[in-house]
């Protein structure tokens, strides 16, 4: 302290008698006292930086939940904190792992350790706001006030004890601190701690209705308002001075320092986040970025503030900046984990950082050990808080997902509703038969809700699933959160049924009535089939020396063929539609429509034209780049245009194939393109080729699916593309009509008692 500002004090605050020396220890004592008052003051006032940060950053239905749930976390952290959490984090240690002393406020009673308490208290709430954030839109208030309760009660006092437990008595020896861990304000103990119950709740309660789209690309979230987010940042900084510059306990020579050391940080951080972001990033979520990058340099430095010099500060804050935009954007695309508020990388990723910073750019003459131990030790303390932190706040959230639910419905989540009654909500429900179940919302409790994928709700025991659906618990749900009728979404469970069997059969019971229909369907479908696909003598008269075989597995094919002949050129597709029964039939129907759509004008067109009209046509039909990677619904197809005159044929395909056999007597292959129809990338160009394949009369094609050589036999084994082309090679011996019975033969054979494995498509066809 300044002794000449010291001195005016004393003359101002002691009576003419008074001994100096006495009132200056006095008069330092109180200033230091002062001093932890005013920075736990500015530790508190930080509740309101992250109000406001998450306020700006989430949607705009979901703002006042925010500010709710940041003031119950407080709650529950004053409350917990008092009666149990310091007394486990700062009493007289136990075998250096719990403290035991102040519980419910005993031994409270002096000025200095209330002073103490007050300040860790704001500690503690820094610590379960971050849960906040990060859990934010989605989850249960009462679930959230439960969690806050818990982890200011056990999960960080405890760790804090392992860490920190001889701040206030420095006789006691918590094991990590004894060992020589070094965590000046908390990068560890508060931030990461936050951070990895953070984790493991995001994990549990599942992303925001609408985050990822059914093949796990995250999708836009714009921030309700930025300025908001950027004002949050500037209190928390100004948070941040009295956050590390109150962890010395006393207003000495060092304060300046770590403020300086934190400010110096943050602003690095900033200015790395945006020059990476926007050079190296392709400026996206630049003002996210900033914002977060700013924390992340704050984060970092507060372990190590008081042992590093201010341009090691400007060194730890420039990587941190970096540090979190590469994590930024890994969290939410690769680990998949939907952080409105970017928690995890600023305050897990940044108190991993910051608290390595300690030995990496310590000055070594205030470390425990040698710059190499230090850096062993500081690794300890942060797998001892990661892996501490995570198990027990996974059984945490297990336990509240099973008991009463971790989500609100999701009506409510649609809506921001903060502890709103769903059946008062006018929700409105898309009927479109295009929707695609993708998730299931189970109600556990009267306020409590769990998400399901569609895979996770079916494997749930059959006997509770049909309890559900009897109690009107599940409600079904496209990938944007959008409630689909029970008869639709019971009609789409249906197809994945027949492939999940004995897993899935709850649905199929409650709504046994639905049965007759199917079966209906099935055989209008069957006779819609039968219409439009011509016989094989229509083939014949198209091709003089053709064959066709066509075998469904069921009464409904997958598999398709169409021909047409367009002047003086002749048009062959065959097709194989994702699925069997109705859902395949469906498609072919669909497929035939589209492709007769195609030349309806008689017009000719190129092969690979045809296949991008088809693409483009059944996107637009089915929404298929919409839908789950599970169930998105396909075609695979091979078209031939054959040009008689020139002795010609124009050959393209999506996943399919054609076999020439020449004259030669070899056996040519054409593989065309490797994308399905439904599947193609939007932005892949040249996406189907074509072939244009000469020839000589007397030479044949064969077009087909994949059927044929998928047929397994009664072990087990599959016939294979080798086996299939090794039996047209030997059906040369005879004439085209010939080939079809050898054909029929030999797959006969082959499968001997075993069920036909799917529908088989084969045309042969002799050229002239």
């Not at 719990?98 to 208290?121: E, N, R």
């Not at 094989?536 to 009464?555: I, T």
């Amino acid at each position: 302290m300044n002794p000449i500002f010291t001195g005016i004090l004393c003359l101002i605050a002691s009576p003419p008698t008074a001994n100096p020396t006495e009132n200056l220890a006095l008069v330092a004592l109180n200033i230091d006292d002062l001093w932890v008052m005013v920075a736990a003051a500015l530790v508190f006032f930080m509740q309101a930086g992250f109000k406001v940060l998450e306020t700006g950053m989430v949607k705009k239905e979901h703002r006042s939940g925010i500010g709710a749930k940041n003031l119950l976390d407080w709650v529950a952290g004053s409350i917990a904190f008092f009666l149990v959490g310091f007394a486990l984090m700062f009493g007289n240690t136990l075998d250096g792992f719990l403290g035991f002393q102040y519980f419910f406020g005993d031994s409270l009673d002096s000025g200095k350790i209330l002073i103490f308490f007050l300040f860790q208290l704001a500690f503690a709430g820094t610590a379960l706001t971050i849960v906040s954030g990060a859990m934010s839109g989605r989850t249960g208030v009462v679930a959230y006030f439960i969690v806050s309760l818990i982890t200011a009660t056990l999960i960080y006092p405890v760790f804090g004890h392992w860490a920190w437990g001889n701040l206030w008595d420095t006789t006691s020896t918590p094991w990590l601190a004894d060992m020589g861990f070094m965590d000046f304000a908390g990068s560890t103990v508060v931030h990461s701690t936050g951070a990895w119950v953070a984790v493991m709740g995001i994990y549990m309660v599942g992303p925001r209705l609408g985050r990822y789209d059914a093949y796990g690309r995250i999708q836009p979230s714009k921030a309700s308002d930025y300025a908001y987010s950027i004002l949050g940042v500037m209190i928390l900084w100004l948070g941040w001075w009295g956050f590390n510059g109150g962890s010395t306990l006393a207003f000495n020579e060092d304060v300046v320092k770590i403020i300086l050391n934190t400010n110096l940080a943050g602003a690095a951080a900033c200015f790395t986040a945006f020059f990476h972001a926007y050079l190296i990033q392709n400026k996206t979520d630049v003002i996210e970025k900033i914002a977060g990058g700013s924390l992340t340099g704050l984060v970092a430095i507060t372990a190590c503030c008081n042992v590093v010099t201010p341009i090691s500060s400007l060194m730890i804050g420039a990587l941190a900046g970096v540090i979190h935009n590469v994590f930024y954007v890994i969290i939410a695309e690769k680990w998949k984990l939907d952080d409105p508020v970017g928690a995890v990388a600023v305050h897990g990723i940044g108190g991993v950082f910051g608290t390595l910073c300690v030995a990496l750019f310590g000055q070594e003459e205030l470390l425990m050990h040698t710059r190499w131990m230090q850096l062993g030790v500081q690794f300890m303390g942060i797998a001892t808080c990661f892996v501490f932190t995570s198990a027990v706040s996974y059984i945490m959230f297990t336990i509240i997902k099973k008991t009463i639910g971790l989500r609100v419905s999701p009506v409510e989540e649609k809506r921001g509703s903060f502890v709103g009654n769903e059946d008062s909500l006018d929700v409105k429900i898309d009927e479109f038969d295009d929707q695609r179940v993708a998730q299931v919302s189970v109600r556990v409790s009267d306020k409590g809700y769990n998400i399901y994928n569609v895979f996770e709700y079916l494997s749930i025991n059959q006997e509770k699933r049909k309890k559900l659906i009897a109690e009107d618990r599940v409600k079904y749900m496209d990938e944007q959160g959008s409630v689909i009728p029970p008869l639709v979404a019971v009609r789409q469970l249906s197809l994945m049924l027949d492939t999940m069997k004995d897993k899935a059969t709850a649905e199929r019971d409650v709504l046994q009535t639905r049965q007759d229909e199917y079966d209906n369907s099935l055989q209008h479908i069957h006779e819609l089939q039968k219409g439009v696909l011509e016989d094989e003598s229509a083939l014949n008269d198209l091709f003089d020396q053709s064959f066709l075989l066509f075998k469904p597995k069921k009464k409904v094919s997958g598999d398709f063929y169409w021909f047409k002949q367009i002047a003086e050129f002749k048009v062959v597709i065959v097709s194989n539609c994702m699925g069997q029964g109705v859902s395949g039939g469906f498609l072919g129907m669909l497929g035939i429509s589209l492709i007769k759509e195609i030349f309806s004008t008689n017009k000719l067109l190129y092969p690979d034209k045809v296949l991008r009209l088809l693409d483009k046509k059944f996107d637009h039909a089915l929404r298929t780049k919409t839908l789950s990677a599970k169930l998105k619904d396909s075609m695979d197809v091979s078209i031939i245009i054959v040009d008689e005159l020139k002795q010609k044929v124009y050959f393209s395909a999506a996943n399919n194939g054609l076999f020439h056999y020449t004259e030669a007597g070899s056996l040519t292959e054409y593989t065309g393109g490797k994308w399905p129809i439904g599947q193609s990338p939007e932005d892949e160009k040249d996406k189907f080729s074509r072939e244009v394949i000469s020839y000589l009369p007397g030479e044949t094609l064969y077009l087909y699916t994949d059927g044929y050589y998928n047929q397994c036999n009664p072990n087990g084994k599959v016939l294979s593309t080798e086996s299939f082309k090794a039996q047209l090679k030997l059906a040369q011996k005879v004439e085209i009509d010939e080939q079809k019975q050898i054909l029929e033969d030999d797959l006969k054979q082959w499968q001997g008692k075993a069920e036909q494995s799917d529908d088989i498509l084969v045309i042969g066809i002799k050229l002239r």
